[in-house]
Structures are given as C-alpha cells and as structure tokens.
C-alpha cells in the first residue's frame, strides 16, 4: 500500500476575540472558573466570516507552504458539522471558491474527530490512485451553534480552521502518515447538536429552541476523552512498535486543559511533549488538530525526524489516532 505524506500545512481564526473578561459582561462566569476548570483564556469568534471563509484561508496557507497552485488538487475533504449551508457542502463551495472544476469534493462528519476521519479517507483514495492529491480541512463555526446564554457550554468553544494536502509522494519537510486508528460507539445523547437535522425540522417561523445548540453532558465526556484518546495512543504505539518514549510530540484535541494534561499523563509524557494551544483557541472541534498540527509545525515545535501522536475525541461518540513521522 502507498503511505501519505503531508506537503504543506496552513490555519486561520477570525480577527476577533473573546477573552473570558468579555464572557462575564455577558454569562454568570469568572475567568477564574473557566480558566481552571478548562485551560482557556480567550477563543476567536467569527464576526462576518463564514465556515467556507474560513476554510479557503487555511487552505490558501497550506498550498502556499506546500509550493502548490490550487490546480493540482484532485479531491477536497472538508470535516465540518457547522457547513454554510447543507446543500452544497462546503467542499463545493470551497472549489467554486478556489475556481476548480471536475474534482472530488466532500464534506465528513464526526463531530470533533472529523478531520482524523478525514485523514484516513484521504488515505483510502490515495491507495486507489497513487496520483490523488489531496486537500483534507477541519472547519467550524462552532459559535453558530453556541448558546450565548448557557454558561456551561459557551465558553467552550471557538472558530476556525485548518488545512492540511496529502500525496503520495514523499517531499523535503513532508510528515509520513503511517497510519490511523479510528473507533466509535454509537449513542445519541452525550453530545449533541439536534437542530435542523430531518427529525427536528425547522419550520417558517419557528423560534430557535434548544436543539439548535450543542448540549453534552460534561463529566461523562470529561471520562470517555480521556479514556479513549489515551488507549487507541497506546494501541497505534503499540502496533508500530513504539513506545510513548518515542514520541516526540502529542497533537491531543483541543477540547480542554484538563482532559489534554489527563491523556499526556496516562501516557506517561512529560508536558513539555504534549501540545496545548487551547488557552488561545478554545475547542474548534473538527478544527483543533489541524490548526494545532499546523500551528506547531509553524513555531519549530515540530522538528525534522520527529514521530507526532494525534488523538482526537468527539459526539458520536467518534475517537482515533494517527502517527505521523516528519
Ligand atoms: N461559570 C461559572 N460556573 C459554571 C460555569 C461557568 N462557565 N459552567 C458551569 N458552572 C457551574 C455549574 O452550574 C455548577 O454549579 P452547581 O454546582 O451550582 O450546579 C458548577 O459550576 C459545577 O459544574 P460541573 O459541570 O460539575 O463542573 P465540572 O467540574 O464538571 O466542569 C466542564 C465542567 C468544564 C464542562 C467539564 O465537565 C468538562 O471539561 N467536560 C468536558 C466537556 C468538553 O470538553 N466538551 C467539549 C465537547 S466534546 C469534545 O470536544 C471532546
């Protein structure tokens, strides 16, 4: 079978931002509470922007930092559950965007674990045709889908988006994807999102109710995350023949400081391997690893001959791993 490889990584945020100072003028909360219970400090928020917006400048990014033109890209995987609009997906708004025609475009959907699902779909298609090139992005506007009203959910979360383009061929600088796990089990309560889907329809004239928004139970995602992300690491390693002390970075999902310390100590790292970059962001769901991949590749936390660990969790419930070697 052919391996993927990562030739060029971009992300992007919307301009502005909402420290947990702005949260209080308009939720009963503290930074104190947020910023101890989860880590976050501030989380950008669309103001005009849209997902598509969103996912076009990460994808600029990733084509510019992969010396590639637009052209060249034969399929376009955009993990989303915050699209524009349903039909089409964002993927065709994204080739409409960027001028292409006869491509591949698709939107995937599972929730945070998106993109990590993604990845591994692009992976497929590229056995199919060693020739595939593949732009492969996990965007949100999770702040469409936000309850500025309840506290225990809103300030959680942020937008923005990441872009990554997989080939088969293996580039100066490129990350080798050897391999991805996934895993699952299918519930319909823990986590949420309800709203315009076909059993709750909106009608004209309805008020937007509750099922619009994302609700969770927060403890119970609170276990599972990290019960999850931390054994299929420790699987992927153990299939490679690694051990945590190979490796050089943990990519965790962004959901929280505390369930991403949690995973890095199960698996033993020290916190200087273990990359956070929630206290800027908040949770971007489908968005996290890729804004965080692209983000560390960007600072030098990510070297030449590094091996990196994704682990993602999210609704569905959806999780997996991927291990990338630069
Ligand atoms: N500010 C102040 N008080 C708050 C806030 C807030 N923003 N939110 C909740 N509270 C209150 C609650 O009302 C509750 O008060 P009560 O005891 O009087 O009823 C109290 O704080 C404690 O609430 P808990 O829910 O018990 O707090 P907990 O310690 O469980 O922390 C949290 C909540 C941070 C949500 C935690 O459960 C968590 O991190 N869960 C993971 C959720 C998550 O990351 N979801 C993301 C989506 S899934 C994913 O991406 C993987």
Known sequence: ??????RGLGYHVPERVYTNADLEKFVD????????????????????????????????????????????????????FTADTIIPSTACLLMERLGLKHRIPMDISAACSGFVYAVEVARALINLNPDSK???????????????????????FGDGAGAIILTSEDCENSGKVIDVLLSSEGESETLTVRGSGSAYPYKLGDVVGEEHFIQMQGRSIYRKAVRSMSSISNEILAK??????????????????RIIEA????????????????????????????????E?????????GDLVLLATFGGGLTWGSTLIQF
């Open 240 to 257: 490679h023949g690694f051990t945590t002390k190979d490796v050089d970075l943990l990519i965790p999902h962004q959901a929280n400081l």
């Open 134 to 156: 593949i732009l492969v992005c996990g965007s949100e506007v999770l702040t469409s889908r936000v309850n500025w009203e309840d506290r225990s959910t809103c300030v959680l």
């Open 1 to 6: 079978s052919n391996f993927s490889y990562i």
């Open 29 to 80: 909360t503290t930074d104190e509470w947020i910023s101890s219970r989860t880590g976050i400090k501030q989380r950008h928020v669309v103001e005009n922007e849209t997902c598509l917006d969103l996912t076009f400048e990460a994808t600029q990014k990733a084509l510019k930092n992969a010396g590639m033109e637009a052209d060249e890209l034969t399929h376009i995987l955009v993990a989303t």
């Open 296 to 304: 560390a590749k960007e600072i030098g936390a990510i070297k030449s």
């Open 263 to 294: 995973v890095g100590k199960k698996l033993e790292l020290p916190t200087e391997k273990v990359f956070v970059n929630v206290d800027k962001f908040g949770n971007t769901s489908a968005a996290s690893i890729p804004i965080a991949l692209a």
